[in-house]
């Protein structure tokens, strides 16, 4: 019992893996047209096995009302003790399969059919005269068709003469699987045309949702004033699209409310940091002794770090506002790419920079393509041990630069998240050189704004990999 048991709950565990398998591998269309195509031919199933079991319930009553007739034909004839009408009863009509019997007062057979001469009698039934009872057997000279067999009592005299009368079912079972035949070879087709039906109905009642699913797939930060289609009918699907676009109200209007406070707060946090800027500078140039001079120069490093940081919210509030600067200048990248060679070189003398730059020329934005490889260059010299690598070529048709470092690297699973505003993956927030957050960011946003794409390339260290259009003038 418990092995029965547990066979069961193990058959429904592997009944339930597979209806979440297929769902989980079929669309809502096609998952609607199969389940329209079971629920039909379960239908189809019952109404058929009905309409097969009434059709062969009236045939059969057919048979026995045929059989009944001519059993009280013979009785009738028996009766009137006419033995040229019991004759010409026993003579059975072309194309019927009827058998008949006489059995005497003795219970022997005085007369029968032609097919049933020297045969023992059809059935033990022996009603009283008056009487009429049936049944159903199988005869034993007959083939596999079962026969219904009535029997009439027949008072003659001081005893009763019995009357067997036997109709094949033969016709009832070939009519019964000639219909049961004709059904099954009509459910296929019928199952299809339903399927397909169904298939397009919900298709086309799924154009709405897909409508709705392309235009929030292209609505992007700086385009939440975009709203979905809303379908003329008041339907499910026209309610859906008028709660995206409430949602959409919302996140608009809360990133307006947002791009608003970070514009406001970094053109006030300009001025007074501007000022502390000054202040510090000139307090570098004053006579300062003890911890002084060392504290001074913190406190510049700190402030050129907080004014990169209000540049970079700056920046990304425009972007958000305006988006990225659109130019198509000639700009020549391996330039770009050997002045921050320079600069990391000259800042971290720590590093050893490897640089390959081959002439490049892409079209865009000089002052924005700078920010951006600046953007990587700092990443990468924030993050290397000992090395960073700078290489501008050309690939596939594309102007290429790829700034690398040999530190710790990405995780496969994070290369797309470090793209993300405010992402930080490391605990350098808490160091003094610890970047924002935006730098990464603010670089997919420029070069996207260029055609172009950023992406992380697999190897050790990080590694990411910038592909601009190349300029006309280069091909």
Same mark, same amino acid.
């Given at each position: %019992?418990? &092995?029965?048991?547990?066979? !069961?709950? %193990? *058959? @429904?565990g592997s009944f339930r893996r597979t209806v979440r398998w297929v769902r989980s591998r079929l669309g809502v269309r096609l998952r609607s047209a199969l389940a329209a195509a079971v629920v039909v031919a379960l239908a189809f199933a019952v109404g058929a096995a009905a309409f097969v079991y009434v059709a062969r319930a009236d045939l *059969?009553?057919?048979?026995? *009302? /045929?059989? +009944?007739? @001519? &059993? *009280?034909?013979?009785? #009738?004839?028996? &009766?009137a003790g006419d033995q040229t009408a019991i004759a010409q009863t026993l003579k059975p009509s072309p194309g019927e399969q009827t058998l008949v019997q006489i059995l005497g007062t003795s219970g022997r057979v005085e007369a029968a059919s032609a097919a049933l001469a020297g045969a023992a009698p059809l059935s033990p039934l022996r009603p009283r005269p008056g009487e009429v009872l049936h049944e159903q057997r199988m005869l034993p000279f007959a083939d596999e068709d079962p026969y219904r067999v009535v029997a009439e009592g027949v008072a003659v005299g001081s005893g009763t003469t019995i009357v067997l009368v036997a109709q094949s079912l033969r016709p009832v079972n070939e009519s019964t699987e000639a219909v049961a035949a004709i059904l099954a070879a009509g459910l296929p087709p019928m199952l299809l045309v339903v399927g397909a039906a169904v298939f397009l109905f919900v298709g086309r009642s799924l154009q709405a949702v897909e409508a709705i699913r392309r235009r929030v797939a292209g609505i992007t930060a700086r385009d939440l004033h975009a709203r979905v289609p809303v379908p003329t009918?008041?339907?499910e699907v026209a309610a859906l699209a008028e709660t995206m676009n409430s949602m =959409?109200? +919302? $996140?608009?209007t809360a990133a307006a409310s947002q791009r608003r406070f970070v514009a406001d707060a970094s053109h006030e $946090? +300009? #001025?007074?940091l501007a000022t502390l800027q000054a202040g510090l500078d000139r307090l /570098? =140039?004053?006579? =300062? !002794?003890g911890t002084t001079p060392e504290l001074v120069g913190l406190l510049r490093d700190e402030a050129e770090r907080l004014g990169r940081l209000v540049s970079d919210l700056l920046l990304l509030a425009r972007i958000d506002e305006h988006g990225p600067t659109r130019r198509h200048d000639d700009v020549d990248l391996d330039d770009l790419a050997y002045t921050e060679r320079s600069r990391i070189a000259a800042r971290r003398p720590d590093l050893t920079v490897r640089a390959h730059l081959a002439p490049v020329r892409v079209a865009g934005d000089a002052h924005d393509l700078s920010r951006a490889l600046r953007n990587l260059t700092d990443n990468a010299a924030r993050h290397a041990r000992s090395?960073?690598?700078l290489e501008v070529s050309v690939h596939d048709g594309w102007g290429c630069v790829e700034v690398g470092d040999d530190g710790p690297g990405v995780p496969e699973d994070q290369r797309e998240r470090i793209f993300d505003r405010f992402v930080r993956l490391d605990d350098s927030r808490a160091r003094a050189d610890g970047g924002s957050g935006l730098g990464l960011p603010i670089t997919r946003e420029i070069i996207a704004a260029h055609g172009g794409t950023v992406q992380v390339v697999p190897g050790p260290g990080m590694t990411v990999r910038v592909l601009l259009p190349l300029s006309r003038t280069a091909h």
């Open positions: %019992m418990a &092995a029965d048991g547990g066979s !069961t709950v %193990m *058959a @429904r *059969a009553g057919n048979v026995d *009302a /045929a059989a +009944r007739q @001519r &059993a *009280a034909e013979v009785a #009738s004839a028996v &009766a009918a008041h339907d =959409l109200d +919302r $996140l608009d $946090l +300009r #001025s007074p /570098a =140039l004053a006579p =300062l !002794t090395q960073v690598s």
